[in-house]
């Protein structure tokens, strides 16, 4: 690595990330909306499904971990379930079917009316998380997107769509993890 190019790059991303971040408080409202339907769907016995890819497959693992788990509190478990964990259910759809229906047939599989879903995509386009999102609302399920600016195809079917203002991928996830951890403090204060 060139020395010289060191310092560039960290000071761009800092800056950045510092510019998307002033911009999160103009998500509030909706945060704070999709925090309260998500607890009111828990309340009454619903679950919580998260899915993506990549770096937003992790941040839907994480996420749903901090319900089942705890985030702060200590309190009961709380339903969640993270839909691109189960590598024979993925590979299995995926190699069977087709990769854009893994986590849709696992909406249709474990999917009901009351039960949310939180679909992250930084594009808003990724097919598999599109299907996923239409396979929730045809089953009468809340949806809550968590995207990039505009929120590609998933600010068209998204109950709430959650769009970061910025096109760089990793910008967004930083933000989407910040986003999922007020949320989930949000819940866990409301339930508990
Ligand atoms: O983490 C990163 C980039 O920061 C990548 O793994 C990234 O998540 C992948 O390219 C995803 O496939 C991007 O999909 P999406 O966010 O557009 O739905
Ligand atoms: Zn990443």
Not at 62 to 76: C, Q, S, T
Not at 120 to 129: A, H, K, R
Not at 159 to 174: A, G, N, W, Y
């Amino acid at each position: 690595m060139r020395k010289g190019n060191e310092k560039p790059v960290i000071d761009k991303a800092l800056e950045e990330h510092r510019e998307v971040l002033s911009s999160l408080a103009n998500l509030r409202e909706k945060i704070k909306f999709a925090a309260e339907m998500i607890a009111q769907n828990l309340r009454r016995g619903g679950t919580v499904f998260f899915c993506g890819n990549g770096g937003s497959a992790a941040d839907a693992q994480h996420l749903a971990g901090e319900l089942v788990g705890k985030f702060l509190r200590d309190r009961p478990a709380l339903a969640a379930v993270a839909l691109n964990t189960n590598t024979s259910v993925i590979t299995a759809v995926g190699n069977d079917y087709a990769f854009e229906r893994v986590f849709a047939r696992q909406i249709e599989a474990l999917g009901k009316p009351g039960d949310c879903l939180v679909a992250i995509s930084t594009s808003g386009t990724s097919p598999n998380v599109v299907e996923a999102v239409r396979a929730a609302r045809g089953r009468g399920m809340l949806v809550i997107g968590m995207t990039g600016a505009g929120g590609g195809r998933l600010a068209e079917w998204c109950d709430i769509c959650l769009e970061v203002p910025s096109h760089s991928t990793p910008r967004v996830q930083e933000m989407h993890l910040l986003v999922g951890h007020i949320i989930c403090q949000m819940v866990e204060e409301a339930l508990c």
